[in-house]
């Protein structure tokens, strides 16, 4: 199923076109779970239920190498359902290649930079375009002259 597939299914069960868990405010669609308005993500659940909110994820998908990394639950739910989008056979790698198993590992890690980049500077460009417009709301639309040695070159 294609990733624009799941994700139509996904906002589907979940009965929203805008799901937020309702703990925690998680809105990645493969953490999610409940209909809305009683929406939780998988570590809010996984909380409530005692088991650990770390979990062990194969970067390189299981068949291709038992090596695993600790990630928090909602990212391992993330980075499992972007591996979904591999080709089939070099998640599977069902003679072993060692070609595919590279491939899988290249995958897998790009992932994992991708959903770390995403968590650690994903909020910087919104909020900066939301500073830009307060700014020039409150100090008029050359509000960074006013600045000594603020202007962008």
């Known amino acids: 199923m294609s990733k624009e597939a799941r ?3 996904q906002t589907r069960r979940l009965g929203t076109r805008a799901p937020r868990c309702k703990l925690c405010g998680e809105s ?3 953490a999610l779970s409940g209909t809305a308005p009683s929406i939780l993500c998988y570590e809010c659940q996984t909380r409530d239920s005692g088991k650990p909110l770390i979990e062990k994820h194969h970067a390189a998908g299981r068949h291709n190498d038992p090596f695993t990394i600790p990630i928090p639950a909602n990212d391992h739910r993330v980075l499992s359902d972007r591996q979904q989008d591999w080709p089939a056979k070099t998640l599977r790698n069902p003679n072993g290649s060692p070609l595919l198993k590279a ?3 290249l995958r897998g890690w790009l992932d994992v930079l991708r959903e770390l980049i995403e968590h650690i500077l994903g909020w910087i460009p919104e909020f900066l375009e939301a500073l830009d417009s307060f700014l020039n709301e409150k ?3 050359h509000w960074c002259e006013q600045i000594p ?3 962008a070159k």
């Open 28 to 30: 990645n669609l493969v």
């Open 139 to 141: 100090l008029g639309n």
């Open 149 to 151: 040695q603020g202007r």
């Open 7 to 9: 994700r139509e299914k």
């Open 103 to 105: 491939s899988a590992t």
